[in-house]
C-alpha cells in the first residue's frame, strides 16, 4: 500500500482498476469527466474535522466556540456546511462577508477580522449584524465606534493583541511576534481596552490573540495565553469589568508530507485548555467562553488536486522534469514559502516508485516547481497525479497569471461527486475588460 494515501481523506484507496479512489469516487474517472487541474474536497473530512474540534476542546472547556477561518478556502457550499455543523466563520474582508451573506450564514456566529478594515467594510459588517469585530488598532476602533453608533447600533467587539511571542513558523505566516502589522501592540492594549471601554457603539467582550499559522508545537499558545490573560486580568483590576470571551486563533498544523510529525487536535486541546485553566485559578477569574479559529486544519486534508502530465524532459543535473498543466497559479504556497508537498501518480497506484522527478508547472517561471525531487513510478504523458493537502491556502490564493483558468471544484460524498464551482473561460478573463 501506498504510505502517501494517509495523507489524502478519510476514505482514501486504491480500487480494482489500480486507480486512486477517494471516498469511493475515481480519481482518474473524475479527472477525465471534468479535466485538470482539478480540486476534488470530501465533504465526509471536512465534516470529520469540524467534529473533531469541536469534541477534543468541548470535552476539556464545554464553553467553546469553533470558528473556521475563511482565509483558508471559502466557498458558498463549505459556508452551507458549517452552518450545518455549527460552527462560526472568521471573514477578512467584504469579499468573505459576501460569500456568507450568498450562504445565508447566521450573521451572529460570524466574527470580523482585518488589520485594515475600511470604512464600507465596516458598514457592510454592521447592517449584517455580525456577532463580533476583532478590532486590530485604535484608528478603526474609533471609526467602528462612529459608524456604530450613528447606526444605533451596539456592536460586541474584541480587541486583536500582539502578545509578542515567536511562533517559530515561516517568517511570512508568524503574527504574534513584536513588530508584526496585526493587532495591538502589548504597550497599546491598555489604552485600547480603556478607550473600547468607554466609546459608544462598540461593546468590548474579551480579547483574541493568532500566532502564527501551521504551529506545531504548544509552547507559543502557552507563552501567549501568558500575556493575554495577565492583561484581561489587569483590565479586570482596573475596570471591574470580567472580559468573557478568549479567542485564541488558529495555526494548527497538519502533516503534508510523511515525514511530517505533527500533534493531534487532542494535543492542542488539552495544553490550551489546561493553560487557561491554571491561569483562571491563579488569577483568580471565571473561565473564559474560549473560540478557537481552525483554517487550514479543518480544510487541508480534505483537498485533493489532480493534474495531467504533459511534456518530460531530462536536462543536465541530472533532472527529469515532468510538467503538469497547472502550478503556481493554483498553488503558489510551493513558490511562496518553499512548501514541500507529496504526490502520486493516480493511475497506477500500486507501481513502485522507482524514479526520482520533479514535478514542474506550466507557468513562466522557474520558481513554478510543485514538488522538488520525489520518487514516482515511471511517468508518461497523460498520466494523472495528485497532489494531497490541497484543500488549504491553494484556490484562496490561486490567481490567473499567464491568464490561467482557474480550476474548478468538485464536492465528493456518499460515493457521489458535484461541481460546485465551474472553471473559468477565457470569457472569464476578458469580462471585466472596458473598451
Ligand atoms: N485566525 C486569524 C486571525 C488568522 O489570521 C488566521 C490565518 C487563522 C485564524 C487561521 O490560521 P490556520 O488555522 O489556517 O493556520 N497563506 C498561508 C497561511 C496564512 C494564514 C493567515 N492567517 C499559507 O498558505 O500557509
Do not use: W
Not at 500533534?263 to 487557561?276: E, F, M, V
Amino acid at each position: 500500500m501506498n504510505n502517501r494515501i494517509t495523507l489524502f481523506p478519510y476514505k482514501t484507496n486504491i480500487n480494482d482498476a489500480d486507480h486512486l479512489s477517494i471516498g469511493g469516487c475515481d480519481a482518474v474517472e473524475l479527472a477525465a469527466r471534468y479535466g485538470t487541474p482539478l480540486y476534488l474536497f470530501d465533504e465526509p473530512t471536512l465534516r470529520g474535522r469540524c467534529r473533531e474540534f469541536k469534541d477534543e476542546f468541548g470535552k476539556r472547556h464545554p464553553n467553546t466556540t469553533v470558528v473556521y477561518a475563511g482565509k483558508a478556502f471559502l466557498h458558498t457550499s463549505l459556508a452551507a456546511l458549517l452552518k450545518e455543523e455549527g460552527l462560526g466563520l472568521d471573514v477578512v474582508s467584504g469579499g468573505e462577508l459576501h460569500i456568507a451573506k450568498t450562504a445565508d450564514f447566521p450573521p451572529e456566529r460570524i466574527y470580523f477580522h482585518g488589520n485594515n478594515k475600511s470604512a464600507d467594510e465596516l458598514s457592510a459588517a454592521l447592517k449584517q449584524q455580525v456577532g463580533r469585530i476583532v478590532v486590530d488598532n485604535i484608528d478603526e476602533l474609533r471609526v467602528l465606534a462612529a459608524l456604530a453608533d450613528e447606526s444605533g447600533r451596539t456592536q460586541d467587539i474584541l480587541l486583536r493583541i500582539t502578545p509578542g511571542v515567536d511562533a517559530h513558523t515561516h517568517s511570512h505566516i508568524a503574527t504574534g511576534g513584536v513588530g508584526s502589522k496585526f493587532g495591538f501592540a502589548l504597550c497599546d492594549a491598555e489604552e485600547g481596552i480603556s478607550c473600547a471601554m468607554l466609546l459608544p457603539g462598540v461593546n468590548l467582550v474579551g480579547l483574541h490573540f493568532h500566532v502564527g499559522s501551521l504551529i506545531d508545537e504548544a509552547t507559543p499558545y502557552l507563552d501567549a495565553l501568558d500575556v493575554v490573560m495577565k492583561l484581561a486580568f489587569d483590565a479586570k483590576e482596573k475596570y471591574a469589568v470580567g472580559l468573557r470571551e478568549l479567542n485564541v486563533g488558529g495555526g494548527y498544523a497538519v502533516p503534508y508530507t510523511v515525514e511530517d510529525k505533527v500533534p493531534d487536535i487532542s494535543y492542542y486541546a488539552g495544553q490550551i485548555t489546561g493553560r487557561i485553566m491554571v491561569l483562571c485559578q491563579s488569577l483568580n477569574m471565571a473561565p473564559p467562553k474560549l473560540v478557537i479559529e481552525p483554517g487550514r486544519s479543518i480544510v487541508a486534508q480534505s483537498g485533493v488536486a489532480l493534474y495531467r502530465v504533459g511534456s518530460i524532459k531530462d536536462v543536465a543535473g541530472p533532472v527529469r522534469y515532468v510538467a503538469v498543466d497547472g502550478g503556481m497559479a493554483d498553488n503558489i504556497r510551493p513558490a511562496l514559502y518553499a512548501a514541500r508537498y507529496e504526490a502520486v501518480l493516480a493511475n497506477r497506484m500500486n507501481e513502485e516508485n522507482t524514479e526520482q522527478v520533479t514535478i514542474a508547472g506550466h507557468f513562466c517561471e522557474s520558481g513554478d516547481i510543485l514538488v522538488h525531487d520525489i520518487m514516482l513510478p515511471p511517468v508518461s504523458s497523460g498520466d494523472i497525479i495528485a497532489v494531497p493537502v490541497c484543500g488549504a491556502y491553494c484556490l484562496p490564493m490561486a490567481s490567473n497569471y499567464n491568464a490561467a483558468l482557474r480550476p474548478p471544484i468538485v464536492m465528493l460524498s456518499d460515493d457521489s461527486d458535484r461541481l460546485v464551482r465551474r472553471r473559468e473561460t477565457y470569457q472569464d478573463i476578458t469580462r471585466c475588460d472596458m473598451p
